[in-house]
């Protein structure tokens, strides 16, 4: 009888040892790193000024990067700490964890950058590499290469998002770990080429004294050549490159040739389907050239006299004339000013004074689909008119702009009375939902060095990142063509 009795009691102590030790494994598991027993997405989001993004867990195999992107606003871990970083300082920066830079193995996004000589990036202004310096010192921000001013500086990404690659291997400077500069390209996400087109266009297209060819088509005609010669290149012909074509007329000798690679564009107004698309390219912001209105100083509905605004060029050819039909029905409104104007006398200075007064800015097609004036507006708080079919706007896979902008077909905007009566309609209340809008997504169209979380620099590298995605599955289906024609060799 006595060994039956202490049977019941050793059982409940297996059992009770059993459930402890179950449960203390289930805790470790829970605290080693993943957040849950399901299989970690590919995409996880985080919530910055209350805008939804999006970023890669490089936990996750390259195949695995193909699944699609779905919205959420719930609480996930930040960007910033998952990189090895601590969150925003003061002023919207990033503080380096122990002043160590940035982690390639945790950068959400490997680049590597061709050392091409200067007279292709910052020789253009001026700056001479020597025989120990390949590129400027980026560490003193006060001793920089200065990008040319006045209308250059609207199509200066190609100068922001080159520094962003050097200095992110600084320890010494405080910016996001979202694209990291790596030197082995066979690691790379994608291989960035350091050409400033757009200065180059701007600035050497016309030929100078005794030259028969311009130095912005020379320029062109060897990085041509250069990468053709490249292994890299010749790795997937080009698809993997990165290339900064922000001026609509930048890279006009060389684009044909060089279309497979991913290009950041203003839009796609100048340039064949076959060579530059929404599936492969990006489209980034100009950067504006009015000042910045912070949210304490811009004003409400009611301390805005001006209705709508626009200043600039009212006579454009192809698309643009749209500008004039325009013109012919508003001028006479008493409370929309429609002029012309330009950067002289104050120019820049008076629009943002115009738009920072004004309840909409106009955003009309010119030569091509897209203007600076969209992000003029955008810097002002002044809620946005768009007035252009075909344009293509930055970060929408990520923004909603019916949120902050108002979209006019081209046929409703010349239909005498219609947009005057439309923007009227538009009641206080809705206008400053928009507004409010307006200040939380503002500071993604900011280009500054050092870069900041969610700034412009930091947005364009998260674009390229989805369109490696697209790019890697447009890759991965090709091989199922190609591989039975490889193998019929062999049987």
């Not at 020789?123 to 020597?130: A, F, H, K």
């Not at 266009?201 to 912005?216: A, D, M």
């Not at 004039?324 to 006479?332: A, G, H, V």
């Amino acid at each position: 009888m006595a060994e039956k009795s202490r049977f019941p009691s050793l059982l409940f102590c297996i059992i009770t040892v059993a459930v402890f030790l179950l449960m203390v494994s289930s805790l470790f598991l829970l605290q080693s790193g993943d957040y849950s027993f399901s299989q970690r997405s590919g995409w996880g989001h985080i919530l910055i000024n209350n805008t939804t993004t999006y970023y890669f867990n490089h936990e996750l195999r390259r195949e695995d990067v193909d699944t699609p992107i779905t919205r959420s606003h719930g609480s996930i871990r930040n960007l910033d700490e998952d990189c090895g970083m601590l969150k925003p300082v003061e002023g919207g920066g990033v503080a380096s964890q122990g002043n160590i830079g940035c982690d390639p193995s945790q950068a959400y996004l490997k680049v590597y950058m061709y050392d091409l000589p200067s007279e292709f990036h910052f020789g253009l202004m001026g700056w001479t590499e020597s025989a120990d310096q390949k590129w400027p010192n980026i560490t003193d921000h006060g001793r920089l290469p200065p990008y040319p001013g006045g209308l250059n500086l609207q199509h200066s990404i190609e100068y922001w998002l080159t520094l962003d690659l050097l200095a992110s291997n600084n320890p010494s400077v405080t910016r996001p770990c979202t694209a990291v500069r790596v030197k082995d390209a066979s690691v790379a996400d994608i291989i960035f080429v350091p050409f400033f087109a757009s200065l180059s266009y701007n600035r050497y297209s016309k030929l100078g004294e005794g030259e028969t060819v311009s130095v912005n088509k020379a320029l062109q005609d060897r990085l041509v050549k250069f990468l053709k010669g490249r292994n890299e290149w010749k790795r997937l012909g080009g698809k993997d490159h990165l290339i900064v074509a922000h001026h609509p007329n930048s890279m006009l000798d060389a684009r044909s040739k060089l279309g497979s690679a991913m290009f950041v564009l203003a839009d796609f107004g100048r340039y064949p389907v076959g060579i530059a698309n929404i599936e492969k390219d990006v489209i980034a912001p100009y950067k504006h050239m009015v000042r910045t209105i912070a949210d304490s100083e811009s004003a409400p509905f009611d301390r805005r006299p001006i209705l709508a605004f626009f200043q600039g060029a009212i006579y454009r050819k192809d698309g643009g004339a749209i500008r004039q039909d325009i013109y012919y029905l508003l001028k006479d409104e008493p409370d929309v000013h429609f002029t012309f104007g330009s950067v002289g006398a104050n120019g820049v200075s008076n629009a943002g004074k115009g738009m920072a007064s004004s309840k909409f800015c106009l955003n009309i097609a010119g030569d091509t689909p897209s203007s600076n004036r969209l992000f003029d507006a955008i810097a002002s708080q002044c809620v946005p008119v768009i007035i252009s079919d075909e344009i293509e706007l930055p970060f929408e896979d990520v923004l909603d702009y019916s949120e902050f902008s108002v979209f006019v077909p081209a046929s409703d905007a010349l239909k005498p009375g219609y947009l005057i009566k439309l923007l009227r309609g538009i009641t206080k209340e809705k206008w400053t939902v928009m507004w409010e809008r307006l200040k939380q997504v503002q500071h993604h169209f900011e280009y500054q060095y050092p870069s900041k979380t969610g700034d412009a620099v930091e947005m364009i590298w998260r674009g390229v990142l989805n369109k490696i995605s697209s790019t890697k599955f447009k890759l991965h289906k090709d091989k199922r063509r190609i591989q039975p024609k490889v193998l019929r060799k062999y049987i």
